[in-house]
């Protein structure tokens, strides 16, 4: 359900972009969802595991096979952590770690068969990841004194590959391109003071739908 | 559509909003959830004149919390803390700690999980003492791992750290492990000087001046001076001329005068009583095994109890002569104040007896309790006493039923000849008690209860006052306050000034170090 609605979201967005004066023939926005990969062991105490991200992207073509491409994406991860010990401070209720991120990203990729319907790609990515970690441990109090919160940046790059089909539908008189990508990405800390480094990295998963104008 | 379209624009607006740090705590990313065997914070906190220690098990760290409402992370180069102690002088923190090091060369290896991977045999933990002051490390020094307590003198300048086997969870070695010997710690330099003391020393006394420490150990006391850099034995007393029979020390106290120790042993009729000055040793015959004993100055008398038998004796200092007073129920345990000895039993029975025996005159005041005493603290003044009496065989007497299924508040009047005291039904088990420095009135915490209850303790008026979230434990802080810890994951004490009711919460301090991953490994062993 939700998946359509996103769909849904997709094509108002870019069925606006068509109306757009500014379009071009090699000019292309997404609906992106991906998978920020992570490390370390710390990351246990929010699930564990990558970040989920949705987000828009847009592609201009440089020439027949290099194409400039930029993406902002949101996502999050958290966990309810539980205190096993029925002797320590708060083993009723544990407490919530939440991490929001945004991330931004500009980058080249590079179309091995630009003329093909299935064109398989390569990219390169810089990326800035922006995360707000956030901490409570009594969620039934608004103004509860624990509600502790901190934000962090984080920088690095990835690189990727991946294949993507590129098909006009006649009866809206538009050009969609569906890619997916796999790749892997390397990121400074997100260093958020006292309570320490998170690690940003590894794996990075990768799929969107588009229009191209 | 124009409209469906911008509403969902400005979703997608609101969404990264919320990523900025605008979005409120409603709503937070939780999609799973995680299990911590530890606790982030560890409740038994240990106070100083100008703020708190906290140990955080799962960090490692140990931080300083203030009333200010600040708390930082202590610099203990790299070592994990295992153990936390307060000296005397209210201000030095004594840490029991430890650093991983790794056996090896190979400057590639820097955390413990590098150690780890190369070779988890080499990978050691060295045990140190730290000397921690206003949340600044001071000095350290190596201690061998298994020590687990310490005695203070009562100016702070010196610590002598040994094993107290009936605390010790896990006892930490490699190689061999000398049970003879005591460690003695300089506070100042945290200088540590082993000393062999006899085997399972376990009691230390320090006289009044401070220069000398009497260590109890099986069978044997020895008198250490620590006036000496190399803290010599001046004088070692044998318990027992045949190494066959085992002495076991159970109970120990200087006389006020300094000049004598008297000590129980564990089983034994027999009191011994040290000269420290003469180098002999006296043996008084007792009726029984004591079970406490208390030495009282203004009297200049000790007062000894037992477990079974319905007795006290009052022993004078100059020819430990005895006197014994008969009670109506036995006494197992002692609380001194200034000219009285306060009786009262403990152990698992149906005693609700409490006395207090003026130590000059032999002056005996019985107190009827309306529960068995579950403990007993004596107000500073010396004026009362508060008494936790615990739940009880229900009574046929539907209101006194009501009493004994139920802990109990009791407030003693110590100036009282009539034995006279405030009783109060406690809705759940007291988990904190504390006086104001000027014994008008007692602190006490309910378990679950989310009020401090501020009890005069002459009039037995409780005032209830809110907390900020559930307490855990309560004690004295700094020259007039308190402090009281709370049931909270991310850390909450709340600084209590009884002269305005005032109460500063400070949170949040559990979470330091939280999502450190990676533990590096400290190289060099260089004391600050």
């Given at each position: 359900m939700r998946s359509l609605n996103l769909s849904k979201l997709a094509v108002a967005i870019l069925m606006t972009a068509v109306a757009?004066?500014?379009?071009?023939?090699d000019f292309a926005v997404s609906l992106e969802s991906g998978l920020v990969g992570t490390n370390g062991d710390n990351w246990s105490m929010l699930g564990g595991g990558g970040i989920d991200t949705l987000g828009l992207s847009g592609s201009i073509g440089i020439d027949d096979h290099i194409q400039a491409i930029a993406g902002f994406s949101i996502g999050g991860k958290g966990a309810k952590n539980y205190l096993t010990d029925p002797n320590v401070p708060g083993d009723a209720e544990g407490f919530v770690a939440s991490l929001m991120v945004a991330q931004l990203n500009a980058g080249l990729r590079y179309d091995l068969l630009p003329e093909s319907s299935w064109i398989p790609f390569a990219s390169a990515r810089g990326e800035v990841l922006l995360g707000n970690m956030r901490l409570d441990?009594?969620?039934?109090?608004?103004?509860?004194?624990?509600q502790i919160e901190q934000s962090a940046l984080s920088a690095g790059g990835s690189l990727g590959l991946g294949v993507a089909w590129e098909g006009a539908v006649s009866r809206i008189n538009s050009t969609f391109r569906v890619e997916i990508e796999g790749g892997f990405g390397l990121a400074t800390d997100l260093s958020l003071g006292e309570l320490g480094n998170l690690g940003i990295g590894g794996g990075r998963m990768r799929g969107s739908v588009g229009v191209l104008f | 559509m124009t409209k469906s379209i911008l509403t969902k624009i400005g979703l997608v607006g609101l969404g990264l909003s919320t990523i900025a740090?605008?979005?409120?705590?409603?709503?937070?990313?939780?999609d799973s959830y995680n299990h911590i065997d530890k606790g982030l914070w560890d409740h038994d906190v240990v106070a100083t004149s100008a703020g708190i220690y906290a140990r955080l098990p799962v960090a490692g760290e140990l931080v300083w919390v203030t009333p200010d409402g600040s708390s930082k992370t202590v610099d203990l180069q790299g070592a994990e803390t295992n153990r936390i102690v307060a000296a005397p002088d209210g201000e030095t923190l004594l840490v029991f700690g430890s650093y991983p090091t790794c056996d090896t060369d190979d400057s590639d290896i820097k955390s413990i999980d590098d150690c780890l991977d190369f070779d988890p045999e080499r990978l050691v933990w060295e045990s140190m003492v730290y000397v921690v002051r206003n949340g600044e490390l001071i000095a350290s020094s190596p201690i061998a791992a298994h020590y687990n307590a310490l005695a203070f003198t009562s100016d702070g300048s010196h610590a002598v750290a040994y094993l107290d086997f009936s605390k010790a969870d896990d006892i930490n070695f490699d190689g061999l492990l000398n049970l003879t010997e005591v460690v003695f710690i300089?506070?100042?330099?945290a200088d540590t000087t082993s000393v062999p003391v006899g085997f399972a020393a376990d009691r230390i006394l320090f006289s009044a001046n401070d220069e000398k420490a009497v260590v109890l150990s099986e069978s044997k006391v020895v008198v250490v001076d620590l006036t000496s850099s190399s803290y010599d034995v001046l004088v070692q007393y044998a318990l027992s001329l045949d190494v066959d029979d085992e002495v076991r020390p159970l109970d120990a106290e200087l006389t006020p005068d300094g000049q004598h120790c008297i000590l129980t042993v564990d089983g034994s009729s027999d009191l011994y009583v040290l000269d420290l000055e003469n180098e002999s040793i006296n043996i008084v015959d007792l009726d029984g095994a004591p079970a406490a004993l208390g030495v009282e100055s203004v009297g200049d008398k000790t007062a000894l109890v037992y477990q079974n038998d319905a007795q006290v004796d009052l022993i004078e200092h100059d020819y430990f002569s005895v006197e014994s007073i008969l009670l109506d129920e036995p006494s197992n345990n002692i609380a001194v104040g200034d000219g009285f000895a306060l009786l009262y039993n403990v152990s698992n029975s149906n005693y609700h007896d409490v006395y207090r025996l003026d130590t000059a005159d032999s002056n005996l005041v019985e107190y009827r309790m309306e529960n068995p005493v579950e403990s007993m603290q004596v107000a500073p003044d010396g004026t009362h006493a508060v008494a936790v009496t615990r739940p009880e065989g229900a009574s046929s007497d539907p209101l006194e039923a009501y009493a004994d299924q139920r802990y109990g508040i009791e407030v003693l009047d110590l100036v009282s000849d009539r034995g006279a005291h405030i009783s109060q039904v406690s809705n759940s088990q007291p988990v904190g008690v504390a006086f104001s420095k000027d014994s008008v009135y007692a602190l006490v915490l309910l378990d679950g209860l989310d009020d401090l209850l501020k009890i005069n303790l002459t009039t037995g008026i409780a005032e209830s006052l809110d907390l900020v979230d559930t307490p855990m434990g309560l004690g004295a802080f700094g020259e007039d306050g308190f402090f009281i810890t709370h049931d909270s994951a991310l850390g909450l004490v709340s600084f209590f000034d009884p002269a305005t009711d005032t109460f500063t919460p400070v949170g949040g301090f559990a979470t330091g170090g939280l999502f450190d991953d990676e533990r590096m490994l400290v190289q060099s062993t260089e004391e600050d």
């Open positions: 757009s004066p500014a379009k071009a023939m441990d009594d969620l039934q109090h608004k103004d509860n004194i624990n | 740090g605008c979005g409120g705590w409603d709503n937070l990313n939780v300089d506070l100042v330099s």
